[in-house]
């Protein structure tokens, strides 16, 4: 349960980081007081600055813990993986590697497997979304960067 939940979780991740930047929504306008009739002084009013709001870290909590495993599903597990964890509908990984080298990784592996690419996409924030079909099989994977290491959630 808490691997599909981390699943879940990770593929939200991925859409959220790939589609916009929601996490740093742009400030308001303060409005500024006025007066009416005639004035008895000339003051001006300083807005009072709001402290900035805390930007949750997603991509902490779905980093996985456990030791890294050599394939899932018949499926290789990036050589180099720090850590891993998994069930029989998706596995997490996380390794210290640019989301275009995992890319060519899973392209030139999964394509000597016998899986074809069928779609690809890339978010503002680098994130990347690959679909991998064979015959009535898919696997999509999202890899999303990171501080240097970058999180790898394969779906079947």
């Known amino acids: 349960m808490k691997n599909a939940l981390r699943a879940a979780l990770l593929l939200q991740a ?5 589609s916009c930047s929601a996490f740093a929504p742009a400030p308001t306008a303060t409005p500024t007081p006025t007066a009416s009739g005639t004035p008895t002084s000339t003051t001006t009013t300083t807005p ?9 870290d997603v991509l902490s909590a779905l980093m996985p813990t456990g030791e890294p495993a050599a394939s899932w599903n018949d499926i290789p597990i990036m050589p180099g993986a720090l850590a891993g964890e998994g069930d029989e509908g998706s596995y997490t990984f996380s390794i210290q590697a640019a989301p275009e080298e995992v890319q060519a990784y899973y392209d030139a592996h999964l394509a000597a497997l016998g899986w074809s690419a069928f779609a690809a996409g890339q978010g503002e ?4 979304l690959l679909v991998f079909m064979k015959g009535q099989e898919m696997i999509t994977l999202s890899i999303i960067p990171g501080d240097g290491v970058t999180v ?3 779906v079947k």
């Open 14 to 18: 991925a859409l959220l980081l790939g």
């Open 48 to 56: 009072t600055p709001r402290p900035p709001t805390e930007t949750p």
């Open 125 to 128: 924030t680098g994130a990347l």
């Open 152 to 154: 790898v959630m394969l």
